[in-house]
């Protein structure tokens, strides 16, 4: 469904009093080739260490983006061109990382939508460690499981249900 951001705030503003429609802080850089992306939120809490993105994105994502709270840490990489390849291959429609992501001109030819805080060239570790499917924090607002996520060039705006 296309739609903008805008738009979807300006039609349901009941929906933002109570509190069921949440706009993301201005926060977060463009990457991969949509601009825009939409779909039901898949969440991960990790820090500095990507294998829990890996185990995410090897399974069927047809409408679903992968929200993850990195801890907003600048000092590596939680997404690479080969999870993003991997992402598309599984039809994800995309990722919003409070991290960093690294081959960035790569990710820019994927048909994929990211937003993330940086790059940063050097990747995470690999442990294992972290948490799925967890209410998270950044940017000001909460993201829960299931709920709906709408990116497009003006912002991410997380809704408890599907928009029209």
Known sequence: MPFKTPDLLDSNEEQIRRGNLRVVAPMFQRYGARSSFSGQIVT???FEDNSLVREAFAEAGTGK??????G????CALV???LAIL????GWEGVVVYGCIRDSGDINQIDIGVRALNTHPLKSIKKGAGDRNIDISFGGISFRQD????VDEDGIVVSTQALD
């Open 65 to 70: 983006v992968l929200v993850i709270d990195g």
């Open 44 to 46: 991960l809490k990790l």
């Open 147 to 150: 709920e709906w996520i709408y």
């Open 72 to 75: 907003g840490s600048l000092r």
């Open 80 to 82: 690479g061109d080969q």
């Open 87 to 90: 992402a598309h291959k599984n």
